[in-house]
């Protein structure tokens, strides 16, 4: 089976990487000359995990491979997955289907012999029925269908999730295409991943349901967590409680600074705006995005009351800036959000993140980056984590007491436990465990 896939961007490439590791032969497509001629070198433009030795094999085998060239790699394919961005357009939240369709556009005119076009961006409902109107109107002489077939990747661990899938799903109402697409997935369903096949619509609402749903989990126990604070509970036990039930389940319940991102901020947005356009309202998504925003901004509240109330002219030590551990990805991270906060305050925040400063530093100012999580702490009043780097899990306490210039520590993400901490001296404050559990 020949594949290539148009986008060499995030979700592209590692669909791309993971498919030619089934054994297909697959082209990867971009229009930015630089990050194809990066490729092609074999320099990986994104950090995700493991990504990079499995486009080098890959290239190595000689499945794998790179172009500009997106007449030719269509040309070729028996199936032409369309894996370019789909941002929030300004303005309105929807999503900006433009690259979409350029795609579209350029790949009915290359098109040679059945060809089936998958779409893997997030699309609304319905694109698909655009995408197949402008193939045919832009070359009525092809042979195509047009499928839908979302992914349900998490950054950092992207490539387990392509290869151990909860489930592949896959729209389309044509029998001749439901076959190719079996056989693009034929390694997974031979281990048993199941394939559930849908009408196109259908299958992009569920991947629309599925993050709006999780955002909505998560948005749920960052409820319960403020409750738990309010009430004397631990929201921990609250998460474990509740998850240990089935029809709940125990994953997506962690309370923290808030969900970020390049998906669930986007996707939620997106519905809402979908099922507005539609008159069918999702209220319960709506209120989900306008707790999660306001949270986010909240979270400096937090170090600010740590610090009895006022933080002017405090260093402040900011551990994690990343919208989650394993990514350089800084898109709609509550850390954003945070230390504008902070800095509204009066404070100084200086930072350090594994592998997000980079990107960080375009999207902040006036925050001093370090070199390590020691060295940030050096001289604050304060140390906050952010984000759940497994580099901040098992800090040296006896070394942060000594740099910090007092010991305080507030733990957005609930790595550590209470007691430990204060047994180092700290004074500990974190999400949804109050001091004081009212027994
Ligand atoms: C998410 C979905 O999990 C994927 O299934 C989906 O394919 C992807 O969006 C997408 O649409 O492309 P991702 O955004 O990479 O994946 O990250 P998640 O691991 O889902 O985390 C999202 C946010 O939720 C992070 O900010 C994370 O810190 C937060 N989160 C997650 C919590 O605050 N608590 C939790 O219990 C879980």
Redesign the pocket.
Known sequence: MIISVIGSGY?GLVSGACFADFGHEVICVDKATDKIAKLQAGEIPIYEPGLDALVESNCAAGRLSFTTDLQEAVAKADVVFIAVGTPSRRGDGHADLSYVYAASKEIAAAMNGYTVVVTKS?VPVGTGDEVERIIAETNPEAAFDVVSN?????????ID?FKRPDRIVVGTDVARARDVMSEVYRPLYLNQSPLVFTSRRTSELI?YA??AF??M??TF??EIADLSEAVGANVQDVARGIGLDNRIGS??????????????PK?TLALVKTAQDNSSPVRLIETTCSINDQRKRSMAKKVVAALSGDVRAKKIAVLGLT??PN?D?MRD??ALSIVQALQDHGAQVHAYDPEGMESAAELMENVHFGADAYSVCEGASAVVIV??WNAFRALDFGRLKESLAAPIMVDL?NIYRREELEKHGFQYHCVGRPDQEIR
């Open positions: 979700v997030t979302p992914e349900f990747l998490r950054e950092g661990a992207a999730d991947k599925a993050n999780l955002a989990k998560i126990i960052n994953k997506f319940l962690h309370a923290g600074p808030g969900y970020g991102g390049s998906c669930f996707d919208f989650k990514t990805d991270s509550p984000t759940e993400r």
